[in-house]
Structures are given as structure tokens and as C-alpha cells.
């Protein structure tokens, strides 16, 4: 059985190859093993081909046509009929249904902000219940703000990376002064004496959580 380090070598080469022949140059992204799923990671590619290796024969097949991903969760499956690549993809309506209603990473999101936020509230006010269910439910709106800019992301403007950081800094600013503006008015001055920043702290830290998460997950 071959290694997976002699593999990679090969679709390298292999890429190589059929580069020779073509105007549209081939970029190797990375390799599938056997049925684990394979997840682009943060930057997916906005077209691409599938390269299929047989080992039991030592040969290539590539697709005949490439994929463009058109919705922020695609999930693409591939078969090999009749020697063709056949790709199976979930409709882009149901792609978009599936990011809003039941797509664990969004929840996820969601409940560890709000645990983070009110965590970190404790050190600047004194809960009441008025104040705990205030901060609950600005995470509850921002959150979403925020998963209105990330779809606008990669639906709209194509996962564009040249707006991610602009968009995405913006967006916090955003949430930032939305949460600071909303504590300043709906909690007492003397439950909480600095809502600007706290607003601050909590949304730089929930933030650095996301960065490590991601590096982490990649």
C-alpha cells in the first residue's frame, strides 16, 4: 500500500502533467482519503476540478468539467460512472436553508458568545435580571448581524477574500458600538458604569475565540 506522502507526490506530478496541455493552469489543493469528507478549510476555491487517483492501476481520472461553488454551505458528493465523474451537489436553496437553520457551526457561535459575554460581564456589572436578559438578547441580534455579513460574503460577493477583512473588521466595529449604545441605555449606570468598554473587551476576546478556532480547526 502506498504512502499517503508517495500519493500526494503523485497528484503533484500528475498536475504537472496535464498542466502542459492547458491555457487554465491546475492548482493542487489537497487530498481526500478514502470516504472522510474533505472540507476546503477557510479560503475554498470559487471553481474547481476533481482529480481522481486509482492505485490498484496507477492511473488519473480527471473531471470533465469544472465546479463552481455558488452557496455559503455546499456539500458536494462524487461517483465514477461509465470512466466519468459525475458531481451531485445540494440545490443552493436548500445550501442557504441549511447555514440558517440548522447548521451546528452558527449555533455554536451563538452559545459561545453569549457564555463568553456574560462571563466576562461579571467583572463589570452586577447582574440583574433585566441586565443578564439585555446582554442575551444584543449578543442574539448582533450574532445574526453578524452571519447576515458572512453570507453577504461568500453568497453575494463570492468569497471574495479582498472583502473578508474589511467587511468582517467593519462588522465588528459595528457590533461593537451597537452593544456599547444599547448597554449605555437599557442598563443602570450603576449596574454597569462602562458599557463602551465592556462592550469592547467582550467583543475583542469573542473574537480572538474565533481566530483560535479557526487555526485550530484548519
Known sequence: MQSLVVIHQKF????????????????????LEEKSPYVFGYYPPETFYVL???????????????????????????????????????????????TWTDNDAVVLRLLVTIITEVVLGM????????????????????????????????????????????????AEILIFLIEGFVYSKLIKREELSRPYLYALIANVFTFWLGLTAVVLGR
Open 12 to 31: 503533484i506530478d500528475e498536475t504537472a502533467r496535464l498542466n502542459q496541455d492547458r491555457t487554465e493552469q491546475l492548482y493542487f489543493w489537497g487530498v
Open 52 to 98: 481522481v487517483y486509482f492505485p490498484e492501476t496507477d492511473s488519473f481520472l480527471l473531471s470533465e468539467e469544472s465546479y463552481t461553488r455558488t452557496v455559503f454551505h455546499t456539500e458536494l458528493s462524487i461517483t465514477v460512472e461509465n470512466g466519468k465523474l459525475l458531481f451531485n451537489a445540494r440545490q443552493p436553496l436548500y445550501g442557504i436553508m441549511k
Open 123 to 170: 467583572f463589570f456589572m452586577k447582574y440583574t435580571s433585566r441586565s443578564l436578559l439585555t446582554v442575551i438578547g444584543v449578543n442574539v441580534v448582533t450574532q445574526i448581524l453578524l452571519n447576515i455579513v458572512i453570507w453577504l460574503r461568500y453568497y453575494v460577493l463570492r468569497n471574495s477574500v479582498s472583502t473578508y477583512f474589511p467587511l468582517l473588521a467593519g
